[in-house]
DNA sequence: GGCTACCTTCCTACCGATAGGTAGTCTATG
DNA sequence: CATAGACTACCTATCGGTAGGAAGGTAGCC
């Protein structure tokens, strides 16, 4: 068997947990305790708390990969509000972040090895809104003048800030209503 | 004496760890060792970490107020990017974050009352965008068709958000470059 | 089939470090 | 002589992690 049972919920226990507390915020104790048995027996599955937060980013990584796939073809400004609607998906569930954005707030605290797992898989979010930017100006949907790299980082910057904004004020609806924007910034006038 | 030069230090010292490792980032013990006390010495001072947490934002509004204050009649475009250097600033010093920026990436493991607060000032600096964006567009420096409310939401989630992808990145100049895209969301175009 | 050896996965019990916080005491200053 | 502010000593809870053993399945071998 490639991937024990107890293993897969532990993963799928910890994101949930990750994303509602932080890498910082739950600890062994209560994954173990959520799927019902003890914490030491955890350890036959993962080496270390550092190990199974790799794991995690990896899991997320792998949905993101699988998730963009399946839009490709896609409308391209559709595809770049997706990722919002992510976001906002994760919100309406019990106030989760997105794990990208829920480690990089806590990256100084974080083992240097998840320090690279997460900054690579945002260089590769980063890579791919790049591309999809790029796609639009060529085929004369979006503005000519637009800075592919300039324009994904702001895109990306606007995705983390605005979920943070959302749980502080507990409003969903905003991570959506920035799509209006995300829109105005790329799209030509009329 | 209304406040004595240990609790001020400490307070320095406290906002210090906090804007470099957040709230749950630090303890009573290193605030000790770093101005040279025994923890316990603490508790003389603030009856907790929470009251800590409390007295460290008013203390950061006070100096937010206090800028905003300063710079009230300087070019309205300039007040507004002035909160990116702000952010700038903090982030060349050791990888700071803005006090909010942290706080708010804490929030599901904070007190009550320090929700509260972080949710209030959070509030209060938007209001002071909306009053400037309000001024703008009456002065003809701005788009008349913005959204007060709206476009102060998308600066300050690209503020959050922005400072989170800096220190990812290790990229500082970031931070800057965002106001560029300020000035070209809100000023009218030739 | 029956035996041994091994691996996986769980358990109880425990480790040292650290967290936030308390009790009680000493000492300098007003 | 009271108070503020420092101290030593200690509390309970939790953290990540380890040791050692029991239960179950499996693989190789006679």
Request: aromatic share 12%.
């Given at each position: 068997m490639v991937e024990s049972k107890t293993r897969r919920e532990a993963i799928e226990e910890g994101r949930s947990l990750l994303q509602k507390l932080g890498f910082n915020g739950f600890s062994f104790q209560d994954i173990a305790n959520r799927i019902g048995i003890?914490?030491?027996?955890l350890y036959a599955h993962f080496a270390s708390k550092e190990e199974l937060g790799l794991e995690m980013i990896a899991h997320y990584r792998h949905d993101f990969e699988r998730w963009a796939e399946k839009h490709k073809n896609d409308p391209i400004i559709d595809q770049i509000e997706g990722l919002f609607r992510i976001f906002s998906k994760f919100a309406r569930d019990q106030n989760k972040f997105c794990p990208l954005t829920v480690l990089s707030a806590e990256f100084q605290t974080l083992p240097i090895s998840m320090r690279k797992a997460l900054t690579d898989m945002t260089r590769f979010q980063e890579a791919w809104l790049v591309d999809l930017i790029q796609k639009g100006i060529r085929a004369g949907h979006?503005?000519?003048?637009?800075d592919p790299l300039q324009t994904a980082h702001i895109i990306q910057s606007l995705g983390f800030g605005v979920q943070h904004l959302a749980r502080l004020h507990q409003d969903t609806d905003r991570i959506l209503s920035m799509q209006a924007q995300i829109r105005n910034l790329l799209e030509v006038r009329p």
């Open positions: 003890k914490k030491p027996s979006f503005r000519t003048d637009l």
